[in-house]
């Protein structure tokens, strides 16, 4: 995408026609959903029979389909209107705002994709099913790449903008992101019925967890909302920049902290249902120290070589030096802060499954306000030159606030819990990372960093530094006495 597109004119009003309808994601899909659906689902596995468990199934699949739906025929007919708000910055580009307006309609049935296929993976998850979910993403993007290339120049011959591909295959591939998940619960029993009771006493369990989730993950929309309204008023491409990075920050994000906070919450939910404090306890001590096993030595290998992980993922084409340089600068401050934002997850995950979602949705209060501040502050009043930066510093420091509050408040549910364990042990993990990281980042700095070009001779020696980076980090975690990650890693 950033050969075809760079960072620019066309990029930029992908990004904020897509933003638009993924500001309305997370009420509706995967954390909302999860959160306030998966506990009542697991516990009344254990009290119901199928029959009531699959009539519980419909009804919220109704009440998502007519609820998201009309919001979807809303967002299409009054997209000029709403682009226009988010986009303000635009304005002053020909051309801009109407290619936004247009991407905007043909993305906006996405939403409603996107919550029925958070519907099949709750259900899949509360049986222990991780993995069909967890890969149904990849037709969204493998629908978004392979029609934006093959249908390239088909929109140019159109009259129109070849990002329109982009648009198009995002929308086919997020509809087989909710069909293949779809057609699994389908052969688990469940059985589609047009069935709607909104005065079910388990619809009514579900909203009661949902409410205070949405009003939590609807600030933190709102926060995205004003960031998208700001960054635009920056200059042209800051939006893609900082897109560009939050991509691969995310990668390492998702492989290793949604993951564990997308196991957890039926483990946590099981064990808060029977009872069990002290294995609960347990479970959030080592789902923490699987994420920081993994992430905190990532993240330090990623802002070490953020330049060549920039230009080998994405300097051809459209995309220049210039982009490189900036998206690195923008993912250096970003994936700081992917240990924080993973650990918030779990922690979050762990109130779910206490059936508390107002401590997190108070805690997302504070840090959106603590947020749009430091955006305002950074962005319009410190920096000068490239405050995109502003955004990815913001996100981080937040990320490592919210951390802290959490853990703090998880005391009062449980007695045994001790807050500064994880910190402590992250401390620990830090420490054998960067000893491990420190010789073979000098040989790049003092030997190839200007030797290698590249794409292939760039991506083998970031591979090349990975393992060896891997491996005496490996060894080090023993003498440092991280043996957690012994426990993770598989039997020889």
Known sequence: MASLFGAGFAKDAFEIAFRIPNLLRDFFAENALAASFVPVFVEKMQTSDRRDLWRLANNLFNTLLIVVGGLVVLGIIFSPQIVSVIGHGFKGIPGKIELTTLLNRILFPFLLFISLSAWSAGVLNAHNRFFLPAVSSTFFNLGSIALAYLTYNFWISKGLDPVTGMAVGGLVGVFFQFLIPYIAVWR?????????????????RVLKLWIPVVIGLG???????????????????????????????????ALFGAAVGTVSLTLFSKQRAEGDLAGLASSIRRSLRTISVFLIPTLFFVIAFAQPVIRVIYQRGEFTSLDTSYTAQALILYVAGIWAAASVRTLSVAFYAFKDSRTPMFVNLVSVVLNISLNLLLAFVVLRTRRFRAFAFATTFCSFFSMSILMVFLKRKLPGWKAGDHPLYGLRVLAAAVLALLPIYLGYR???????????????????????????????ARLFGIKELGKILPPR
């Open 188 to 204: 688990m029993g469940y059985r589609y019925r047009p069935y709607v009771n909104w005065r079910s006493p388990d619809l009514g």
């Open 219 to 253: 600030l933190v929309e709102i926060q995205v909302a004003v960031d998208t309204f700001l960054a635009a008023l920056l200059e042209q491409g800051s939006v893609s920049w900082l897109s560009y990075a939050y991509r691969v920050m995310h990668l390492p994000l």
């Open 446 to 476: 003092f030997y190839f960093i200007d030797k290698v070009q590249g794409f292939l001779p760039i991506l083998l020696m970031l591979g090349a530094g990975f393992v060896l980076f891997a491996l005496i980090y490996f060894g080090l």
